[in-house]
Every structure is written in structure tokens, then in C-alpha cells.
């Protein structure tokens, strides 16, 4: 599902995350009505597909507050809901830590575009709290992580050089002189991360375990047997994609890496992919410079055939501090 404007819009809006946007405004009758293109969307729908027909689907209405949690099965063209909040409510416990994790996970296979932890976990994970049974530090990483993914589009960085000199300074084209042909001549402006969405202070607010919840996964009309089924194959896509032949040459390594907790051979597993052939967006990307220890941490996992989560609790562990 590539990211509409509408939500990428509403993704680098600091207010939509902390609570504080406002509503859309009306059109003003004296100023008439906004031009389309700068209208903030009154209701977005966001579809997040997982596997084998099933998906996640959230509504959000900015004018009523209210968020709405979906899940889409292979034979319903409505999502069935699975929670729902509103202003001054708590969030529903719909979704338990680990199904979110792993459909989040599944997600980002099928779509480079929304890679792990990010913009999924941002979204839902208010609905899946920790329980007694789960790890918070673990959940305070991975979505203080999410929320540190979050970034805003920046401008391209302009070119540096002889040959970039404006009509108004250029004389007649002509090779430059050799020695000024060198780059150091015209140092290269260093490539900037996109500013964050959010500050320190705002992700680890944002990050912090819920103090209240609602229950819901024994109501009646809860989807028990839908959410299970869908559970259940989003498992399987994950533990399938790790049995690919392209990345049995590099599995020993990641292995490796699993049992230990210590990620500095991981440019040595991306070299045994990149050589085996592998190609898949999301695999490198998570393995790549920058890295990002949280989305390392879940890529070896799934490539060792790991326990999601158990090289994540043993790299947090192993930090000092």
C-alpha cells in the first residue's frame, strides 16, 4: 500500500500524533472555499494489507477524534471491527503486542514502503498494549523506534560545481581550468537524514506504556476466529520467506548473529546476500548503513528462522547502560 498524500501529510504533522491537531476547518464564506490540494482530509482510511486476503484496515475521523481499528478477511469487503476510541477515551486492547509485531513485520515483506518497526507499529500499536506476559522494554524500543522513523520530506540537496553556475555568472562554456576541475574545489554538501516527525522528549511520551486500556477481545461480536486465522498464515508468510534458497548461503551467519546479540557482523551478512543473489528491497534495506538496530534486529531474526523478538532482548540486554 503505498502512503497516500493525505496520510503522509498528516504523518509529518506533530499534532497528529500527540492529539493536538485540529479539526479541518470549514470553508469560510468570506474567503471562500480552500483550494483542494491544501484541504486536510475530514476522514482517512487506511488500508494496510497482510497476507492471503486478510488486512488491517484503520479509519480515523479528525473531526470527531474518533479511530476505528478493522480487520478485512478474504470474504468480506468490510473490515470487521476490532476497536474503537474516541476523544478522552482509552484505547481498546485489540490486538495483543506480538500479532501486531508480526503482521507488521509480514507488512513490510510485501511493501518496501513501510518498513519495520514504522508507520504500521506508529498507527496501531496504541491498540495492542503490553500485557504481564510481554516484555515493555522490548515494546518501548520497538515503538520509540517507530516514532523515530517518522520523517518529513526534504528538499533535494542542490548540486555543487563549476557546471552548475547560473546564466548570469557563466561566460562562454568551456572546460574549467584543471585545477580547478578537482572536487575539492567544490566540497559536496553532505547528504542530511530527513528532519524527524518528532522530538525526544515527544517519542518517549509516546513510547511510554498505556496507563489504561479497554478490553474488548471478549466481546461477543469480537472476530476471535478471523483475527486467529489471519494470525495464523501471517506466521507462516514470515516463517516461509526465511526458507527461500537465496538466503540459505547467508543463514549460518544470521544464525550466529541471532545466538549472540551482537550486530557488528551484519554488513558481513548483507555482503553473503548481496552475493547469493538477493534482491529483495526490504531484506537489504533493513541490513544497510544507517542501520537502524531495531529493524536489524527483526530481518536477522527472520532470516535464522529466530524467535520474533528474542535477538532484540538479547541486544538490548547486551547494551551497556
Known sequence: MPVSEALRRLSEDPGFWTGATSPPPHPDAATGPLPQENRAPA???VS????AGYGLVLEIDLVAGERTLGLRAPASSEPIQLGWTGTGRPYPAALRWWELDLCARVIALEDPTLPHPGLVVALLSPFAPATPDDDPAEIAAVRAAAYRALRRDAPPTPPAGPETAGPETAGPEQDPLPIFADDRWWPRPQPQHPPRVL???TVSALAAPADVHLEVRGG???????LADLVRRAAERLSGHARDDCYAAARPLARNIAGTGDLRPVPRLLAALTEAGCDHPTVLDALSEPLVDLEACWMVETLAGAEPGSLLRRHLWARPG
Open 220 to 226: 461477543r461480536r469480537f472476530p476471535r476466529a478471523e
Open 48 to 51: 494496510l494489507p497482510v497476507t
Open 199 to 201: 522530538d525526544e522528549a
Open 43 to 45: 476522514e482517512l482510511r
